[in-house]
Nanobody
């Protein structure tokens, strides 16, 4: 069983930045693609960004593109989400997920972290 643990969330003012981290244990990290999802209060869980096993290919939602950057450091079993130019609409619980392919469909991922809260004040 793979365990994923997110960190780096917090409270930030609009226009600010945060870097989220997700560290995996209990499996072979580089055998999985990784992704970040977020769920705002009263909203459905939505895809934010994904990254291939070797980190060569990245994918972003329209809202994330140009502001967020996903990366991974396989030697540390960690995937990151650098978030810049944050706005209140980015407020959500951010979760990382591991799976066989990068997809926007949450149910297709194999493992999930517990989530970390990101709150952006106006």
């Amino acid at each position: 069983q793979v365990q994923l643990v997110e960190s780096g969330g917090g409270l930030v003012q609009a226009g600010g930045s945060l870097r989220l981290s997700c560290t995996a244990s209990g499996g072979t990290f580089n055998s999985y693609v990784m992704a970040w999802f977020r769920q705002a209060p009263g909203k459905e869980r939505k895809f934010v960004a994904g990254i291939s096993r070797d980190g060569a290919n990245t994918y972003y939602s329209d809202s994330a593109k140009g502001r967020f950057t996903i990366s991974r450091y396989n030697a540390k079993n960690t995937v990151y989400l650098q978030m810049n130019s944050l706005n209140p609409e980015d407020t959500a619980v951010y979760s990382c997920a591991a799976g066989a392919t990068v997809t926007v469909t949450p149910t297709l991922y194999l493992f999930w972290g517990q989530g970390t809260q990101v709150t952006v004040s106006s």
